[in-house]
Structures are given as structure tokens and as C-alpha cells.
């Protein structure tokens, strides 16, 4: 078949062909494991996401062995610009040992929370040049709608921070700052019974998953009990923080929770009235 002796003869042809048929089987199969995933409820991005790569990484060392002969002539006639071009290119160079080394290390996996260079987002896709997160507000723990297209050289030269048990449950953190007309140890252990009343419905659940997290990174946290310590500020008013280890999607919920009963025992008590009515009226 001459057409056949025709298209392995022309290199050109050869190589568009192959980029076709690479992209075709790459498309299809992405589009069987979203459905596949979407039938089953499951989030398989990072296995669509190592599918395209591998893909990507086939047709390139294909085009490659095509082209070798090329190439190879190519790169000895330029030897003498070479290190030129390693410098007008070190960025992109560096983007893909980035790469390597991120499959290698595998410091984060696809759908994971991750910080990298005061940057917070949830991964969503990488490649050889670089990182896609899904901004993350870390003080409301939800997207901000925004995107971030990380170079693949910043995760070598800049820590890495995995937040990906923040994903689910957090150690959320929060302040109430009052003037010093009350005494808050009064109703302290109150709101402290109040805040585990609070959790209560999630409570066994956070219990488990705090010591998950414990005996995994061997280490001692927070939770999964609430608890409240009084300080005061630098202008001298009396400050509360409170720690509670709960599912990150409730965690502002039960900051207002927490802040408002903890602002109702306070003018109850100023006021000398009943806490329970201070809202009401």
C-alpha cells in the first residue's frame, strides 16, 4: 500500500498523524473516567489528571524518535549557542524538573489544599509547566472564585504546605475583644458548655478523626473539646480566643454561634438581665 510507505516515508505526516491519534485516545479516555467517576459519585481527577500527563509524556518521546535524526544534527549545529539557550530557557527548564519532581515526591495529590509561597488553594490539574489551584480563603475555608497558575519552579524553590486535613475538619481559631466592664470568668464555663453543645451532633466524628490525624502525623492537636483562654490586648481590653476542632464547612457557623451566645451572657451581665432574653428583646 503505497499511501502506507508514503505516510511512514514523510516525517511531517507521520508526526501529525500520530499527535492526532494520541490527542483521540487521550480525549476518549478522559472522558470514560469523568463518566465512570460521575456514575459512581467519586472524585477521580487525580487519576484524569496522571492520564493526560502520561499521554502527553507518550506522544512527546514518539515525536522525539522521529525527529531524532533532526534533532540530533540540529543540536551539533548549535552547540556553540547552546549555553545561550540554556539560559534563555532555564525557567522553563526548571518548570519541568519541577515537574519530575513533583511526581516523584508526589507532595501533594490532585483535589489535596495546599500553601505555597503565602498562595492557598485546592489543586485541580498539573502539568509539566505548571500547578492550576483553586483559591482557597483559609479565614471562611471557601473559594474565592479565583484561579492560580503556579510555575512548577516555585514548589522546588518554596515550601510546600499540605492542608489537605483542613479540607475536612479544622482547628478554627477566632477572637472576641471587649472593653473590661465585665469579668468574663463569671459565665466562662457556661459558654464553654454551651460551645459543646454546639458540637455535640459532630462530636464523635471529630474525636475520631483528631486522633486519626495524631496518630498519622505523630503529633498532639487541638480538639476535639472546645476551649476558650482570656487574655487581654495592648490597649488593655479583655480579649477571648477560642479553639475548636469542627468539620471546616461548619466552622463559621459555630463562630457565630459561639459569639453570640458569648455576647449575650456578656450584656446579660452588664446590664444585669436575663441571657436568655437579651436577643429576644
Not at 525557567?91 to 519541568?96: D, G, H, P
Not at 497558575?149 to 483542613?166: A, C, D
Not at 455535640?200 to 498532639?220: C, G, K, Q, T, W
Request: glycine share 2%.
Amino acid at each position: 500500500m503505497s499511501w502506507v510507505k508514503t505516510l511512514f516515508e514523510n516525517q511531517l505526516v507521520l508526526t501529525f498523524s500520530i499527535t492526532f491519534f494520541a490527542l483521540l485516545i487521550k480525549y476518549a479516555l478522559v472522558k470514560l473516567l469523568r463518566r465512570r467517576a460521575a456514575s459512581k459519585g467519586e472524585d477521580r481527577r487525580d487519576l484524569v489528571n496522571n492520564v493526560k500527563n502520561f499521554w502527553n509524556f507518550v506522544l512527546i518521546v514518539m515525536i522525539l524518535s522521529i525527529w531524532a535524526h533532526e534533532i540530533q544534527k540540529f543540536a551539533f549545529s548549535i552547540a556553540a549557542f547552546s549555553v545561550a539557550i540554556v539560559l534563555a530557557t532555564r525557567e522553563f527548564i526548571q518548570c519541568v524538573i519541577g515537574f519530575f519532581y513533583l511526581i516523584s515526591t508526589r507532595p501533594f495529590r490532585i483535589g489535596d489544599w495546599i500553601e505555597v509561597d503565602n498562595f492557598v488553594g485546592e489543586v485541580s490539574a498539573t502539568d509539566w509547566i505548571k500547578s492550576t489551584l483553586l483559591e482557597v480563603d483559609l479565614k471562611t475555608y471557601e473559594y474565592t472564585g479565583k484561579t492560580l497558575y503556579i510555575p512548577n519552579n516555585k514548589l522546588i524553590s518554596n515550601p510546600i504546605k499540605n492542608l489537605n486535613f483542613l479540607k475536612r475538619y479544622a482547628t478554627h481559631k477566632f477572637k472576641i475583644i471587649r472593653d473590661q466592664s465585665v469579668n468574663p470568668y463569671v459565665f466562662l464555663d457556661i459558654i464553654i458548655e454551651n460551645a459543646k453543645q454546639f458540637s455535640a451532633d459532630f462530636y464523635d466524628v471529630a474525636a475520631r478523626y483528631n486522633h486519626m490525624i495524631e496518630r498519622r502525623l505523630d503529633i498532639s492537636i487541638a480538639g476535639p473539646d472546645p476551649k476558650i483562654t482570656i487574655t487581654t490586648t495592648e490597649l488593655g481590653d479583655t480579649q477571648v480566643e477560642v479553639t475548636i476542632f469542627c468539620p471546616t464547612e461548619r466552622a463559621i457557623e459555630l463562630e457565630q454561634a459561639i459569639t453570640q451566645d458569648f455576647l449575650q451572657h456578656w450584656h446579660a451581665v452588664a446590664h444585669n438581665s436575663d441571657p436568655n432574653k437579651t436577643f429576644s428583646q
